[in-house]
């Protein structure tokens, strides 16, 4: 059974710092593109980042530069490393697996999200 399994938000000041983990099973990891998706309160969801097999990251405008999107291929666990973290970040973040190569669409499977909630 796939399961992906999200972890690290919470409560963060603006311009602070966060790691997000999603930890994978039930299929082989090493294999699959990955993704990050994150859906603010109010708002459809949004692409946020994706990492390829070989650990080749892509990332949407608005987190370019403060996201690093990684892998852990020996711990079946892929990263989103988020700094500089603004208000518009806050929202609930997704691991999904990618199957085809479309950020939202060609993700098959989804975690159950880790919420990141900025402080003011």
């Known amino acids: 059974q796939v399961q992906l399994l999200e972890s690290g938000g919470g409560l963060v000041q603006p311009g602070g710092s966060l790691r997000l983990s999603c930890i994978a099973s039930?299929?082989?990891?090493?294999?699959?593109?990955m993704s990050w998706v994150r859906q603010a309160p109010g708002k459809g969801p949004e692409w946020v980042s994706s990492?390829?097999?070989?650990?080749?990251?892509f990332y949407a405008d608005s987190v370019k530069g403060r996201f690093t999107i990684s892998r852990d291929n020996a711990k079946n666990t892929l990263y989103l490393q988020m700094n500089s973290l603004k208000p518009e970040d806050m929202g609930l973040y997704y691991c999904?697996?990618?199957?085809?190569?479309?950020?939202?669409?060609?993700?098959?499977?989804w975690g159950q999200g880790t919420q990141v909630i900025n402080s003011s």
């Open positions: 999904a697996r990618v199957r085809t190569g479309l950020v939202i669409a060609g993700c098959d499977y």
């Open positions: 039930g299929f082989t990891f090493s294999s699959f593109a």
């Open positions: 990492i390829n097999t070989s650990g080749g990251g």
